[in-house]
């Protein structure tokens, strides 16, 4: 016999509300975060914010006739323009949660920021995605270097020497000990971009990839990269990154903003945390520069950036491959979401068999007194 349905409610099941409110915290919040349909007009106010406050910021820049010449305001334009989609992600929230009725995930649960559970996955991916980028970064360059794009010099590091020879007083000190104490200040440094990244990543990873995901898992992660890398347009088109400022230079930041993208939603997705996503941006920033003034050549021509950074045609190689083997491993497909931890059930006090004033008489000579049954345990909602 077929079973009757409508839109609500299957016959012969528990009711679908009955079901929900097993996936709600203490507080009667839905646990699950992705909206039924993408937010199209928060979307767009989402964008426009977030685009508009990043030619702001960087205006400067552009009337001061200097471009990319001015190193501090460069840097200054720079790093406020990491925190226009933070901004971006409070106005967006704003009109969602005026528009939106009935009840709504909590603001960190849809951003991931919070809970940290499970923590060991937070934990390790974060770490994974901090030290895992500058493999990645690495591997780039020798990438670049097997394909005749750059020169590099990992026996004699003439490069890295350049350099030293250019801080006095560091002539002297074991070239050994010199990368060590490079290596670790490149690892200071990117933690100490964790505050921009997380500007960024809360817009990116956060709000934009958890409201477009309606829209199928692929689709999400490339329109978010294609929107990040046109957002880089104010400084990319004064030459920033691969020193070509026109729209050639913009189109390979969507390139490699759509593959580093895709990695770094992965994270997000895998994890439902934005954490592992921040670590990795902001060891991207930190390392990349410095790992090429270790790799490069001092005595070569400087390289096209556009073919040998991680944002170029190198680095889409190595993202590319990494994307595939989380493909075939089947990687896309785990998407958690954060845990929350609920309070434990208390089990029920046993219940004494009640006492029978007479006895049920069996075929036999004994009788087994009448017993009323225990209460059943209460349920538990959240």
């Given at each position: 016999m077929e079973t009757e349905r409508n839109d609500k409610v299957i016959v012969g099941a528990e009711p679908a509300a009955a079901s929900a409110r097993e996936e709600v915290d203490p507080k009667g919040r839905p646990l699950a975060i992705v909206p039924a349909t993408v937010p199209w007009l928060e979307f767009a106010v989402f964008v426009a914010v977030a685009v508009i406050l990043a030619w702001l910021v960087c205006l400067p820049l552009w009337l001061s006739g200097e471009g990319l010449g001015n190193v501090m305001l460069v840097q200054v334009s720079g790093m406020a323009m990491m925190f226009t989609p933070l901004i971006a992600v409070v106005v967006a929230m704003f009109v969602q949660r005026r528009r939106t009725g009935g009840p709504r995930a909590s603001i960190v649960r849809y951003l991931g920021i919070w809970p940290l559970r499970p923590f060991g996955r937070v934990l390790g991916m974060t770490a994974l995605a901090f030290f895992g980028i500058f493999v990645l970064v690495a591997v780039a360059y020798l990438v670049g270097a097997a394909f005749g794009w750059m020169q590099v010099d990992l026996l004699g590091l003439s490069g890295f020497k350049a350099q030293l020879a250019q801080l006095p007083g560091l002539e002297?000190?074991?070239?050994?000990?010199?990368?060590?104490?490079?290596?670790?200040?490149?690892?200071?440094?990117?933690?100490?971009?964790?505050?921009?990244?997380?500007?960024?990543?809360?817009?990116?990873?956060?709000?934009?990839?958890?409201?477009?995901?309606?829209?199928?898992?692929?689709?999400?992660?490339?329109?978010?990269?294609?929107?990040?890398?046109?957002?880089?347009?104010?400084?990319?088109?004064?030459?920033?990154?691969?020193?070509?400022?026109?729209?050639?230079?913009?189109?390979?930041?969507?390139?490699?903003?759509?593959?580093?993208?895709?990695?770094?939603?992965?994270?997000?997705?895998?994890?439902?945390?934005?954490?592992?996503?921040?670590?990795?941006?902001?060891?991207?920033?930190?390392?990349?520069?410095?790992?090429?003034?270790?790799?490069?050549?001092?005595?070569?021509?400087?390289?096209?950036?556009?073919?040998?950074?991680?944002?170029?045609?190198?680095?889409?190689?190595?993202?590319?491959?990494?994307?595939?083997?989380?493909?075939?491993?089947?990687?896309?497909?785990?998407?958690?979401?954060?845990?929350?931890?609920?309070?434990?059930?208390?089990?029920?006090?046993?219940?004494?068999?009640?006492?029978?004033?007479?006895?049920?008489?069996?075929?036999?000579?004994?009788?087994?007194?009448?017993?009323?049954?225990?209460?059943?345990?209460?349920?538990?909602?959240?």
């Amino acid at each position: 016999m077929e079973t009757e349905r409508n839109d609500k409610v299957i016959v012969g099941a528990e009711p679908a509300a009955a079901s929900a409110r097993e996936e709600v915290d203490p507080k009667g919040r839905p646990l699950a975060i992705v909206p039924a349909t993408v937010p199209w007009l928060e979307f767009a106010v989402f964008v426009a914010v977030a685009v508009i406050l990043a030619w702001l910021v960087c205006l400067p820049l552009w009337l001061s006739g200097e471009g990319l010449g001015n190193v501090m305001l460069v840097q200054v334009s720079g790093m406020a323009m990491m925190f226009t989609p933070l901004i971006a992600v409070v106005v967006a929230m704003f009109v969602q949660r005026r528009r939106t009725g009935g009840p709504r995930a909590s603001i960190v649960r849809y951003l991931g920021i919070w809970p940290l559970r499970p923590f060991g996955r937070v934990l390790g991916m974060t770490a994974l995605a901090f030290f895992g980028i500058f493999v990645l970064v690495a591997v780039a360059y020798l990438v670049g270097a097997a394909f005749g794009w750059m020169q590099v010099d990992l026996l004699g590091l003439s490069g890295f020497k350049a350099q030293l020879a250019q801080l006095p007083g560091l002539e002297e000190i074991p070239v050994a000990v010199a990368v060590i104490g490079y290596l670790v200040i490149m690892a200071l440094g990117s933690l100490f971009n964790l505050t921009v990244a997380f500007g960024e990543e809360v817009g990116w990873r956060g709000w934009l990839l958890t409201s477009l995901r309606p829209l199928g898992t692929w689709p999400a992660l490339i329109i978010v990269g294609v929107i990040w890398g046109l957002w880089h347009a104010p400084l990319i088109l004064l030459g920033y990154n691969f020193a070509r400022p026109d729209i050639t230079g913009l189109a390979f930041m969507v390139g490699g903003c759509v593959m580093l993208g895709i990695l770094f939603g992965w994270l997000r997705l895998r994890t439902g945390s934005i954490w592992p996503a921040v670590a990795g941006h902001a060891a991207l920033n930190g390392s990349a520069g410095m790992l090429l003034g270790l790799f490069i050549d001092g005595s070569a021509e400087a390289p096209d950036m556009a073919l040998v950074s991680f944002l170029g045609v190198s680095g889409w190689i190595v993202s590319a491959i990494v994307i595939a083997v989380l493909f075939a491993t089947g990687q896309f497909r785990k998407q958690p979401e954060l845990g929350f931890k609920r309070p434990k059930a208390v089990a029920p006090a046993p219940v004494a068999p009640a006492a029978s004033a007479t006895e049920t008489p069996t075929s036999g000579t004994t009788g087994t007194p009448a017993t009323s049954p225990t209460a059943a345990p209460s349920r538990e909602v959240l």
